[in-house]
Every structure is written in structure tokens, then in C-alpha cells.
């Protein structure tokens, strides 16, 4: 099982940026494809990006050209860069693990990020 831990939530103003972190252990990093997801109140959770092992990554269309994905094996830890925030993209966010291999995801507790208009 893969622990995951988030960090870099927090407040701030439309316009603004934000970086999250995830780290992982339990498991070889360089065979998790990860995925950072986000959860509005009242809202299911919905898949932001994705980073493949190899560094491939994906996005909603909701963010893309704003949210920037990235991994560093070394330090087996995942970044979402957030710029042009907008109060929509208030959520809790949660980092996602699977491995290349299958079986179940690992989810972090999640972080809130809150932009104010």
C-alpha cells in the first residue's frame, strides 16, 4: 500500500498561484502513474490531471493551460502548479497512486485550496 501525503494548500486571491506536493513511500515511485484529483463542496470528485511513470501527463479541460503537472522520481514526489486561479478551482484536492502493474489506488487525506474573488 502507498502512502501519500499532500501539502500547499491554502487561501488566495483570483489571479493567484498555488503548488501542491504529494509524497509518496511504501512503494517504487517510478512505477505509479499518479493523478491529482479535486472535490467542490456538494460536488463529486473529478480528476484534474494525471502523470504517467514515463512523465506523459493530462488534464481537464477545466485546467488546462493553467495547472501544470510534474513528478521528481528521485525525490519521490508529485507537483500540481496552479496559476490564474479562479474561485471555481476552490476544492479539497487529493493525490491518486496506482501502479503500472494494477490493484487498487491509494489516496492522500487531501489539502483545501480556496481562491477568493
Known amino acids: 500500500q502507498v502512502q501519500l501525503v499532500e501539502s500547499g494548500g491554502g487561501l488566495v486571491q483570483a489571479g493567484g498561484s498555488l503548488r501542491l506536493s504529494c509524497a509518496a513511500s511504501?512503494?517504487?515511485?517510478?512505477?505509479?502513474?499518479m493523478g491529482w484529483y479535486r472535490q467542490a463542496p456538494g460536488k463529486q470528485r473529478e480528476l484534474v490531471a494525471t502523470?504517467?511513470?514515463?512523465?506523459?501527463?493530462n488534464y481537464a479541460d477545466s485546467v488546462k493551460g493553467r495547472f501544470t503537472a510534474s513528478r521528481d522520481n528521485a525525490k519521490n514526489t508529485v507537483y500540481l502548479q496552479m496559476n490564474s486561479l479562479k474561485p471555481e478551482d476552490t476544492a479539497v484536492y487529493y493525490c491518486?497512486?496506482?501502479?503500472?502493474?494494477?490493484?487498487?489506488?491509494?489516496w492522500g487525506q487531501g489539502t483545501q485550496v480556496t481562491v477568493s474573488s
Open positions: 491518486n497512486a496506482r501502479s503500472i502493474f494494477g490493484g487498487s489506488p491509494s
Open positions: 511504501g512503494s517504487i515511485f517510478s512505477i505509479l502513474v
Open positions: 502523470i504517467t511513470n514515463g512523465g506523459n501527463t
